[in-house]
């Protein structure tokens, strides 16, 4: 596969959680980008969660270390892309806001890796490439 892409936060999640039915292809797709574009934002859901999952603090920071301290990661500053992410909601509403700043980033970018359906189907109608290119 190689080239770039945005990451979003659930294929991180499914990329170590290794009881997941999607770890092994979430895995195996993170690996193969040369470079993962993070968007802060991504970072705070992904430490949410891992709270929600009941994981300490310390584990999470490991976790996260991991992750930013990749080389081929580029934590994003989601700032710029505030006010542009209100361009790309359409009819949805304020809970897509999260979506709508990675899917600008995306947009700049050209790749999305995510597996959230309604996300990689508003990413479709932007022309950006979605990794996986398929998903079931």
Excluded: C
Aim: cysteine-free; glycine content about 6%.
């Amino acid at each position: 596969m190689g080239g770039v892409a945005v990451v979003d936060t659930n294929v991180l999640l499914y990329s170590i959680n290794r009881s997941s039915e999607k770890y092994g292809e979430a895995r195996k797709l993170v690996n193969s980008l040369d470079r993962i574009f993070l968007p802060t934002i991504v970072m705070y859901e992904l430490v949410w969660n891992l709270a929600v999952a009941g994981i300490s603090p310390q584990e999470a920071e490991k976790t996260v270390s991991k992750i930013l301290l990749n080389e081929r990661v580029t934590l994003v500053d989601d700032r710029r892309y505030l006010l542009s992410a209100f361009d790309l909601f359409g009819d949805l509403g304020l809970k897509h806001y999260n979506d709508s700043v990675i899917l600008a980033i995306a947009k700049e970018v050209g790749t999305l890796a995510t597996y959230d359906k309604k996300l990689r189907n508003r990413a479709e109608k932007l022309g950006i490439k979605l990794l996986p290119e398929v998903i079931e």
